[in-house]
Each structure stands twice: as structure tokens, then as C-alpha cells.
């Protein structure tokens, strides 16, 4: 299928290397293929590769290759200021697609050493935007298909749902055996198991590190660096509390978690729903980021009352949308109505996946997930 990014990664090719980032399996090397096909003498060389490892440390690729794509290029040492030189060096209209794992964000911690020379994308999984711009799905056979399988192409292109299931269960097995390891001690695995599958059965809700601790007779501090390996993994993401001047009653610092594979959740139909939205509203917002230069951010707001929005998009730390997230009721909370009148620029939603009618109460509008999720900006 036709991926949104490859047309934007594309065009910034055209003036800078453009690193593309994002959880493993999730299209990169597929993208990063076909875009091979727009450029004359194109190579592709992977890190894992031993020949093409060869090339690489000893720059003897091609000096007519228009396009060089550097896959894993993060496992090699000192591989960012190897970038700076191969950037600076390379032959008059060349370019370079430098793609590989989430670990690459590490880059932007580099410091100046690549300043100026890139720009980076944030690939994620499957959206309903994205597919049914990519075929003739409407919106609601979409979100079924994502809620179902999970939004990473191989599970949600597999011809049964049985496959797609073997395919999540392999996936989430190797990247704790294999990638978790580069980050901690082996004999840490079974508890970051744990701790996962404790996560899939608590999406949505604000996170006690503390608790989870005594219950995996760990430190505090073992678990936050989990949670830290698996963000960096492109695993989960954290949504954190909205902190505003003005919400005196909303103190809580908790994160709250889900997953980038929407299939992977142990919970409800409003956790399945809620876990969906808050992956392609981060999609959205990085899109903003990435693609528009937005200052966007995406947060939750939760009261010491238990009052809730389940997520905020802010920008310049002011929300322009309230959304709170239901399987099928229609009936506004309080806090939702609350904060509608407190910040009268942010579009209020009550977005629901089973919904007869649309309507708008007051400053609310009930809209049908399905719809909303496909207007999203990618």
C-alpha cells in the first residue's frame, strides 16, 4: 500500500538527509525500497549485512548513486558523527534516507555534530486516514480493522485474523528477547514481560510506577527505566497530565500508557477505542511537528475527583481540542463540559465509536469516532 509519508520524505530528500524513524516492522525498509525506484542507481545498505558493513565503514558505495539508504546505521559506532561526514562528503546530488529503530531518536541528543544536516519523520502504524486514502474502505470498516489487528502492515494486510495474531505474538516475543536485551541484563526479561503484560490490561489509566513495583518486587526506579526501553522501542507511549495555571484541581503526575500496536490491548471495547484514538492523535501531532514545524503536544487532564478528559491537544501550551473517548455512550461528563467553557479556542469532542446521530450540546459536539479519526491530518 501507498504510504503517506513517502511523497514528504521525498521532497526533503531534495535539500537535506532525512532520517525516518519508528518501531521496527512498521514500513521504513518497505518505503525506503520504493522510493529506490524514483532515483537512478539507487543503493541499499543494511549495518546487519556483513559485505554491505564493508561499504559502509569504507564509504565504496557507488559516487552515482542518487539515493543512498542507510538501514541500522544506529549499531555502529559513533554512527552520527560517521553521518556528519558521509553527509559532507557525499557527491553532488546524492542523497541519503538514513532509517533504522526507535533508538535513532538518540540523535537528538547528539549536540551540534549534525546541525543543519537533517530532518526527521516519525513513521508510525496504519491509520484510518491513512487507509482510506491508500483504498475504498469508509471509516468505519477501517477503525474495525485497526481495533482488530492492530495498525503495523503485516498483521492488518494478513488474510485472517489468525495470522495477524501469530504475527503480534512472534513480534512482541522478539523484541523483548532481542532488543530489550541491549538495553538491560538478561535476567531482567521476566520482569519486563510482566511489566507489559500488566501495561496491555491497564491502558488508559494514570500509572502508579510505585505500585507496580511492590507488585514486581522491583525498585520504583527499575520500573520507570522499563517504561523508559519500552518508549524507546516505539512499544508504548506516554500521554502526560496537562498542567495549567488555571486547573488548580488537576495535580496528578501520573503518565498514562498505550500501545503503538492497538491490537496488543487487554481491555474493553472503551479501552480498545481509547488506546486507537490516542495512537493516531499522536500520529496527528507528530505529523504537525514533523511536516508543519507545529508546537504541538498531546496530554491528558485528570482532577483529584476522578474527573477526566482522556485526551488534550495543546498548542503553545494552550489546548486547541478536548476529546474524551467512548465505545457508546453519548452522555457528556461534567469535566468535559467544565472545561469546554474554561478554554472556548479548543474544539470540545465526546467521540464515540457506537453513535445513531451526531449532535452538538452547547459548546460539545457528539461525533462518530470512524469519521472523526479519518479527518485526522495523517
Known sequence: MQRTLKSLVAADLARKMVFLVGPRQV???TLAKAL???????????WDVT???RIIMEQTWSPRATLLVLDEIHKMRDWKGYLKGAWDGCSEGQSI????SARMDTFRQSGDSLAGRYVSLRMHPVSVREWCDASSATPESALDRLIERGGFPEPFLAPNVVDADRWRRQYLEDLIREDVVEFSRIGEVRAMRLFVEILRERVGSPLSLASIARDLQVAPATIAKYLDILEALYIVFTVRPYHHRNIARAI?????????DTGLIKGDAGAQLENACAAMLLKHVH????????AVALHYIRDK????VDLVVCRDNLPVLLAECKHADAAISRMLINLAAQFPQAQALQVVRELRQQERRGA???VRAADWLAGLAA
Open 51 to 53: 559485505n554491505d558493513r
Open 287 to 294: 505529523f504537525l511537528q514533523d511536516v508543519q514545524g507545529q
Open 36 to 46: 529506490m525506484a524514483d532515483y537512478a542507481g539507487a543503493q541499499y545498505l543494511n
Open 364 to 366: 460539545v459536539s457528539i
Open 27 to 29: 514500513g521504513k525498509t
Open 97 to 100: 534516507l538514513v532509517t533504522g
Open 252 to 260: 496528578l503526575k501520573a503518565p498514562k500508557v498505550y500501545f503503538f
Open 305 to 308: 475527583q476522578g474527573g477526566e
